[in-house]
């Protein structure tokens, strides 16, 4: 069983900044894709962004510019730096992971954190 525990999250005001931090545990063979979803009251979840193993990253149009992904293979973590803030940050931000259970394709599964409030006001 693959875990993730996101920690980070909070209020800040508008302009502000926040650090996600997201840790993957368990048994497993590598983790190909990390990222970053966000889901507002009444609205479906939503990309952030994502980073590849080799750190490619992608972001949403959205947080072009505020956002930045990063992560550390060592620690099978994954981070978001959010400045910049706007209160249409507002969400609940949960972290996944495509994890890989062999060297060989076919054995992915996708896994989910519990979510970290962001809650930024104006």
């Known amino acids: 069983q693959v875990q993730l525990v996101e920690s980070g999250g909070g209020l800040v005001q508008a302009g502000g900044s926040l650090r996600l931090s997201c840790a993957a545990s368990?048994?497993?063979?590598?983790?190909?894709?990390m990222g970053w979803y966000r889901q507002a009251p009444g609205k479906q979840r939503e990309l952030v962004g994502t980073?590849?193993?080799?750190?490619?990253?992608s972001y949403a149009n959205s947080v072009k510019g505020r956002f930045t992904i990063s992560r550390d293979n060592a620690k099978n973590s994954v981070y978001l730096q959010m400045n910049s803030l706007e209160p249409v940050d507002t969400a609940v931000y949960y972290c996944?992971?495509?994890?890989?259970?062999?060297?060989?394709?076919?054995?992915?599964?996708?896994?989910w954190g519990q979510g970290t409030q962001v809650t930024v006001s104006s």
């Open positions: 980073i590849t193993s080799r750190r490619m990253t």
């Open positions: 368990g048994s497993f063979y590598s983790i190909i894709t």
């Open positions: 996944n992971a495509i994890v890989s259970f062999a060297q060989t394709t076919g054995t992915e599964r996708n896994y």
